[in-house]
């Protein structure tokens, strides 16, 4: 409970115009991208490490919770709280250097990740920071970071893991930490900044992050194949990544998703099972030569219809069409959707299109699937409308059955992208089993004794 | 202390024939790559995931401690024990699955690094493993994996953790968990992957992993540069990376390791301030399109006295001939050397060689530099005859001195591919400072209650 003496404190700590408890507010941070909802008692704003520290040291002495906040663009509930504080980063947002010597940036949490990029550009780097989640248009760098976001690009590029250097991390019992720095390579000590990427904002609270930069690639082409059946698109992708083409983004459509856009962008598909999309990125004299050679692999496999190259980048913008109308195409449809991130076995990305198919036949209701390919990672979208009681129920018992299909029949991981939060906790156990639960229990409480950092988020901790 | 009732509890766990107390065998195991020395009490070899798993709780029962041994190449004391017993993986060395269609294998902890290359060529799968630590034809994968080692091609291929998909880990107290598996990306709880990559073996035992493979590139060619002043070779790494040539290896060679090549091998070299060699990767078309580039980038960089270019693999390897002699030149001049493995940020490579010149001049003795410009990781040699108590004695002092340097003036790190082990604990508390090493005692206790997995090891644990 933050009760007035509390609300006082916190006051003190971040200023009074960066408080507030109204229930308007509250209101409005009730949510984030996921269907899960709850209400905090208090929001702050933070500007300096030195307040997220002394908050938590006070959260400590008065045993409230702490729940961290970017732009709560997440699709798995990490940043609603459904009691005590939420801290919120978005006015702690300064981009704090470009050092161009060394291809890095350090930033506060609350960049947003699209600005930095910005600043790049307008900089005239000719650098830029890769990892790419759909949202990037807000999503600041701390909840990328906690969730380890990732997007189109992570086949080529990797995820924010990957390009993190350095972190300054504020730790629940209130002590400042620093790990890594401006090094490529770095082997000393436990890895915390592995650690905490990924950890959903539940052992640590990131308020600084030194990321790698690299050169923006001169061009971009993209190219597209209709593939008969999902399983030949399969082989498609087992001969695409046996070539050693490098691609940049590889997006598979399935023919659901395709009716989708079609019905809402007026786009005429051919008939196909499934469609793939592939990006290069390079100087446009190395574009324009491993297109040719994706035009070989396309002609030498089976089961393609039709095939598209983009040789320019007006034509590859066209290309992306589809792809981008997927997920507003959707919202035609139905008005409410839950969007899983199961990751696969690359060999079982066709397995995982079919039963999905099956599935949405099963529960007499619609999963279009899009997603990547390069890393076996699908969104299946479970549609349904909030109005009609038992298209929702049916809709939820199918996510239920896709996660005993994901974990037992494909090898995959229901969550490649989005997290855990509070909607993935019920497949955790038969994903991990209770012996790796109590480690992380063990791990939680190293890091928290008191358990007061985003409580009930990954697992429940008593 | 092992007695003799445990000793035949050992035994019935592994069999007769995988334990030994021999004093001579002791001997034999009691050091690794480095200086670091210590007689464990007795030895087993483990075959089964499961035997590992007995031995744990039965060191648990009996406080005992294990220290996990691979081929024992590290150079940081990790592999060597002063007490306790020594679990030795090197029967444990099973392929067990190569999954083309995943671009993955599955492997026994005590698989060496070369033959799993080998089988993969043997098969025809066109697949390679790409992080090649210089130990590569006998160091293991568990091993590796708790070292998380480079080697050479880290720059484009990044270092042991960028490849490992999944992990089976016997935790301290005995239980198995699996972490991952065939899937490219997984966001589903906490990274123990990421934990364990590096932790040296301190918080689990690895006993099986899923790695990635990647197509093996048609051809190598590489090229070479001397400048007149490691300034000169650090702006040329700068326009280098802002080029977005994409290298698969980037040596610096300084001009005391030239002048030891020289003398070692009789190869003659221009007067110069350090020489960098280049090596890039792919179809020969392409790398032939970038090699004209690099010779561009060379032809308008200052500084530079003499260039090469290898524009066939037989030249290529002639490149390469100064740097593969760089280590062995060194046993010429004496007898024993300290390998160190400094990480700073790109662009204090040359300020890192300049230091370490003053270094030798301050100590009077030698310590030739090289290493790896991608990466920031130089590896100073710090050169002495133990005989010479007092060069022994200056050559350790001064290794203390790069310590502070590095940590100081460089904004860098201790170990950027070796690891802590013994050798590097001395400067934990400088890098990390307290309140980091205070949680690291905490994370250790989380897996390792009773403290009986290779104590002693990166930090003291009370």
């Known amino acids: 409970?933050?009760?007035?003496?509390?609300?006082?404190?916190?006051?003190?700590?971040?200023?009074?115009?960066?408080?507030?408890?109204?229930?308007?507010?509250?209101?409005?941070?009730?949510?984030?991208?996921?269907?899960?909802?709850?209400?905090?008692?208090?929001?702050?704003?933070?500007?300096?490490?030195?307040?997220?520290?002394?908050?938590?040291?006070?959260?400590?002495?008065?045993?409230?919770?702490?729940?961290?906040?970017?732009?709560?663009?997440?699709?798995?509930?990490?940043?609603?709280?459904?009691?005590?504080?939420?801290?919120?980063?978005?006015?702690?947002?300064?981009?704090?250097?470009?050092?161009?010597?060394?291809?890095?940036?350090?930033?506060?949490?609350?960049?947003?990740?699209?600005?930095?990029?910005?600043?790049?550009?307008?900089?005239?780097?000719?650098?830029?920071?890769?990892?790419?989640?759909?949202?990037?248009?807000?999503?600041?760098?701390?909840?990328?970071?906690?969730?380890?976001?990732?997007?189109?690009?992570?086949?080529?590029y990797g995820v924010m893991r990957d390009w993190i250097l350095g972190l300054e991390i504020v730790l629940p019992t209130g002590e400042i930490i620093n790990e890594g720095g401006k090094t490529r390579k770095n082997v000393s000590g436990y890895d915390l900044i592995g650690l905490l990427t990924g950890s959903e904002g539940t052992l640590g609270i990131i308020t600084k992050a030194t990321v790698g930069l690299t050169p923006i690639p001169e061009s971009r082409l993209s190219a597209l194949a209709y593939f008969d059946t999902p399983e030949n698109a399969g082989k498609f992708i087992f001969a695409l990544f046996q070539s050693g083409l490098d691609i940049s983004a590889g997006e598979i459509l399935d023919r659901q998703t395709l009716n989708t856009v079609a019905g809402y962008t007026g786009m005429d598909f051919p008939d196909c099972g499934a469609m793939i999309l592939l990006e290069m990125d390079g100087d446009m004299e190395d574009i324009k030569r491993r297109l040719a050679k994706l035009e070989e692999l396309f002609k030498s496999s089976v089961g393609i219809s039709d095939y598209r190259l983009a040789w320019d980048p007006v034509e590859n913008l066209e290309l992306w069409r589809a792809r981008k109308a997927a997920l507003?195409?959707?919202?035609?449809?139905?008005?409410?959707?839950?969007?899983?991130?199961?990751?696969?076995?690359?060999?079982?990305?066709?397995?995982?299109?079919?039963?999905?198919?099956?599935?949405?036949?099963?529960?007499?209701i619609r999963i279009p699937c899009y997603g990547h390919i390069g890393d076996g990672n699908i969104h299946p979208m479970f549609l349904f409308d909030p109005r009609d009681h038992d298209e929702a129920k049916r809709a939820h018992d199918a996510v239920k059955v896709m996660g005993d299909i994901v974990l037992k029949d494909l090898q995959g991981t229901v969550t490649g992208e989005h997290g855990v939060g509070t909607e993935k906790k019920m497949f955790m156990l038969a994903e991990h089993g209770q012996a790796k639960m109590n480690l992380w229990r063990r791990i939680k409480k190293a890091f928290d004794p008191n358990g007061i950092l985003n409580p009930g988020k990954i697992f429940d901790y008593d």
Chains 1, 2 share one sequence.
């Open 1 to 156: 409970m933050i009760d007035g003496g509390i609300k006082e404190r916190i006051k003190s700590i971040v200023g009074e115009k960066n408080f507030t408890d109204n229930p308007f507010d509250l209101i409005a941070y009730s949510a984030d991208g996921s269907e899960a909802e709850g209400m905090a008692e208090a929001i702050s704003w933070v500007i300096t490490s030195e307040q997220v520290s002394e908050i938590m040291k006070l959260a400590n002495e008065k045993r409230f919770t702490v729940t961290p906040r970017g732009a709560a663009t997440g699709l798995s509930g990490g940043a609603v709280a459904k009691q005590g504080l939420i801290m919120d980063f978005s006015r702690m947002n300064t981009i704090l250097e470009i050092d161009q010597k060394n291809l890095t940036a350090t930033v506060e949490a609350g960049v947003v990740l699209a600005d930095l990029n910005k600043e790049l550009e307008k900089q005239g780097t000719g650098l830029f920071f890769p990892p790419m989640p759909a949202s990037d248009s807000v999503a600041q760098v701390g909840g990328s970071i906690a969730e380890n976001a990732g997007g189109v690009r992570a086949v080529k």
């Open 328 to 364: 507003p195409s959707m919202a035609q449809l139905k008005p409410n959707v839950v969007i899983e991130d199961t990751t696969v076995p690359l060999s079982k990305i066709p397995e995982l299109l079919k039963r999905m198919e099956e599935l949405a036949k099963q529960f007499n």
